[in-house]
C-alpha cells in the first residue's frame, strides 16, 4: 500500500455516536401504513382499555376514531374520553384516514413533530456517510440511528429519494469529481481519497462514475473524441455532439457561436470534430424530432450525472408527448415525494434537449416554469406536441 493511502485509509472505522434527533417511536408510528400486532391490543375491548389508560405503548399498534368529531387519536392522546359507542378502531392511520376520518390536532402535531425528527435523522446519516472515507454499511449506520436496518433504509429513501448506498456511491462519485478538478492532483491520490481502497476497485466502475477514463476526465476530456454539428430548427440553432457512447449534448440558443462555446466549457479538453454528411443526418433526425414530436426520437444516450438525476432523467423520458407533468409528480414516480426542488435542479442540469424533455415538466398549476434554454422555447415544444 502507498504511503497516500496509508494516510488516507478510512477514519471510520467505528462510525461516530449519532448525535441528531432520534423518532420517538411511539410517535411515530402513528405514521405506519401497518401496524405490529401484539396480543395485548388483539381485541376492540383489550384496545378500548389502552385508550382509557392512555397507554403510550399501544400507540404503535393502532389508532382510534371518534364518529361524533371525524377525527382519530392516538391511544396515548390526552383528548377527553369519547363515549365507547362513539369509537373504532384501526391498525394504522391510513386504514383511519381511508374510512374518512382526519388527524386531530394533536396528530397533526406529532406528525410534524415526526417528520423534523426524520429529516433531522436523515440529515445526520448522511453526514456520517460524508465523513467516512468508506462506505459503512447499512447495518452500521442503523445502529448508530437508533433503527432497525429495514426502517433506516425505508425513511432514509422516502426522505432522499436514494438508498444509503446509493447516496454513499452518489456522494463517492461526486468528491472524486472533485478532486480530480484539483491542479496537481494525481490518478491515484484522487482514487483513494474519494475512498476507493484499491485501483482496481475504482477501475471496475470509473466508465460508470466518470463517462471516461479518470486520467481523461481529469484532463478535461482529454481522448475523448465527440463529433457535433450545428443546424437550425423553429426553435433556433441547435447543437448535437456524441461520444463514443452516445448523444452526450443537445443544446439550443439563438447563436450558434454561443452553442459551439458552451460545448466547449462541458469538454475542455476533448477532441471535437465536426461531423460529416452522415452524422448531419443526425442532427437532421433531432431537428424533425422537434419540428414534428409525433415521429418520436430513439437515440443511445451518453447520460452522465449523479444517480438522483440520472432517476428523475430516466422518469422524464417516460412522459408520452404531449402530456404535462408537475415536479411534484416527478418527485412521487422516482419515490421522493419531498423531493420537488431537487427534480427542479435536476431538470435545469440536463445537457441534452427533448431526447430527455424537461420541458415537459411544469408546475403544479400547470404554469409553464423555467426551461435551461428559454420560456418561449418551452412553451412552442409543448404547443407542437400538444398539436401532433
Known sequence: MTE???????????IPAYSGTVIDKPQASIMNTKATHNPAYATDALRWQAVQARDAGADAHFVYAVRTTGVYCRPSASARLPKRENVEFFDSAAAAEAAGYRASRRARADRTSAAAGRAALVAEVC??????????????????AGLSPFHLHRVFKAETGLTPKAYASAYRARRLRTVL?????????AIYDAGFNSNSRFYETSDQLLGMRARD?????????????????????ILVAQSQRGICAILLNDDPDTLVRELQDQFPNAQLIGGDAGFEQLVAQVVGFVEAP?????????????????RVWQALREIPPGKTVSYA???????????TRAVAQA???????????????????????GYRWGVDRKRELLRREAEA
Open 329 to 339: 409528480e416527478i418527485a412521487e414516480r422516482i419515490g421522493a415525494p419531498r423531493a
Open 347 to 369: 431538470c435545469g442540469a440536463n445537457h441534452i434537449a427533448v431526447a430527455i424533455p424537461c420541458h415537459r415538466v411544469v408546475r403544479r398549476d400547470g404554469d409553464i416554469s
Open 217 to 237: 476526465y481529469r484532463d478535461g476530456g482529454t481522448g475523448a473524441v465527440i463529433r457535433f454539428a450545428v443546424g437550425q430548427c423553429a426553435l433556433g440553432a
Open 294 to 310: 409525433s415521429i418520436g426520437l430513439n437515440l443511445p444516450l451518453d447520460v452522465r450525472g449523479t444517480a438522483f438525476q440520472e
Open 4 to 14: 497516500f493511502a496509508r494516510k488516507n485509509r478510512s477514519s471510520c472505522g467505528q
Open 181 to 189: 478538478a484539483t491542479p496537481d492532483t494525481s490518478v491515484t491520490e
Open 127 to 144: 453526514r456520517l456517510i460524508e465523513a467516512c472515507d468508506t462506505i459503512p454499511s447499512l447495518e452500521a449506520l442503523a445502529t448508530r
